[in-house]
């Protein structure tokens, strides 16, 4: 599973001169509400959006993207 590395989005987008979810929806293409969530963490970009991001930026999708494990498909614990 991936998620978007917020802090590195933000870093990367300041570098371009881009300091709100504002100024990254509109270099992106991305909805403006989108960006919001995204930037507070109430949700994720699907593929199309986080390559929009990665691509505006000149960015490799991997570095905006953190793997993190699954909690879904997760061992569940053994019952004592």
Known sequence: ????NVAKL???AA???DKTPYAIAKRTG???SSVYRYVDGSAQPD???ALRLST???QDI???MDQVEDEDNAPA???A
């Open 1 to 4: 599973m991936y998620r978007l």
């Open 10 to 12: 933000r870093a990367i």
């Open 15 to 17: 570098q371009h001169g």
């Open 30 to 32: 991305v909805s403006i």
């Open 47 to 49: 593929l199309n959006s």
């Open 56 to 58: 505006a930026y000149d």
């Open 62 to 64: 991997r570095t905006l």
């Open 77 to 79: 614990e053994a019952a």
